[in-house]
């Protein structure tokens, strides 16, 4: 497609649920991020996916927070026995670049605005 | 770790320039500065970024003193459409996580 794609735009589940949040990057990106942004706070790094290689789950806030990337493309940030606190925005980006090149940029999604009651 | 400083807030007039300022401090050799802005409900975007020499696109200048230290973001003739939260960040060449930091946010105003 011609950007970074989300789905779904707006998720509301009741605390204790899993949640699956998809992101769709721009073809031929080999780099995935996901960040997490609380309501009027800045971007938190949760995760990064480049190639083939391990992914750097540094920023990942607890052991119920896991993503994956099928095939190089596709990844799925997964939030089990959801909290109230995990309400926020979930922003999935990409980059064209890869490991260690200056000059990345990268493109965002419009997010995932999670709501747990 | 954000590693940079900005004002949380600032005003400018639709038209004139819009200077927003950063601090790197601790800045090293192999970190560039970016800036991204994010406009209310979406995602960051780019805007800009370099090492040391001052910066120019269709955007926006980015002017880094000469040791670094600190930079400033231009955007020449403010319109009510940059009204943003503009985000400086430093990114080591050899990783690549962009931390974001909590930006500035940017009332243009009529």
């Known amino acids: 497609g011609a950007g970074v794609s989300q789905s779904p735009s707006n998720k509301v589940t009741e605390k204790g649920k899993d949640v699956e949040l998809r992101c769709d990057p721009i073809s031929g990106h080999t780099a995935l991020y996901w960040y997490r942004q609380s309501l009027g706070q800045g971007l938190e790094f949760l995760i990064y996916?480049?190639?083939?290689?391990?992914?750097?789950k540094s920023g990942l806030p607890s052991d119920r927070f896991s993503a994956e990337r099928t095939g190089g493309s596709v990844s799925t940030l997964t939030i089990q026995r959801t909290q109230q606190e995990d309400s926020a925005v979930y922003l999935c980006?990409?980059?064209?670049?890869?490991?260690?090149?200056?000059?990345?940029?990268?493109?965002f999604g419009s997010g995932t605005q999670l709501s747990v009651l | 770790d954000a590693k940079t400083t900005q004002p949380t807030s600032m005003d400018c007039a639709e038209g004139r320039a819009a200077n927003l300022p950063c601090n790197h401090s601790t800045i090293s050799g192999n970190e560039y500065v970016y800036w991204y802005r994010q406009i209310h409900s979406q995602g960051p975007q780019y805007i800009i970024h370099g090492l040391k020499n001052n910066e120019t696109n269709e955007m926006a200048s980015l002017i880094i003193t000469e040791d670094r230290k600190s930079s400033t973001l231009i955007l020449p003739h403010a319109t009510l459409r940059d009204t943003a939260v503009y985000y400086c960040?430093?990114?080591?060449?050899?990783?690549?996580?962009?931390?974001f930091g909590s930006g500035t946010k940017l009332n243009v105003k009529p």
């Open positions: 960040i430093v990114r080591d060449y050899n990783f690549n996580k962009f931390y």
């Open positions: 980006a990409s980059s064209l670049e890869s490991s260690g090149r200056p000059g990345a940029k990268l493109f």
């Open positions: 996916f480049q190639g083939n290689s391990a992914p750097d």
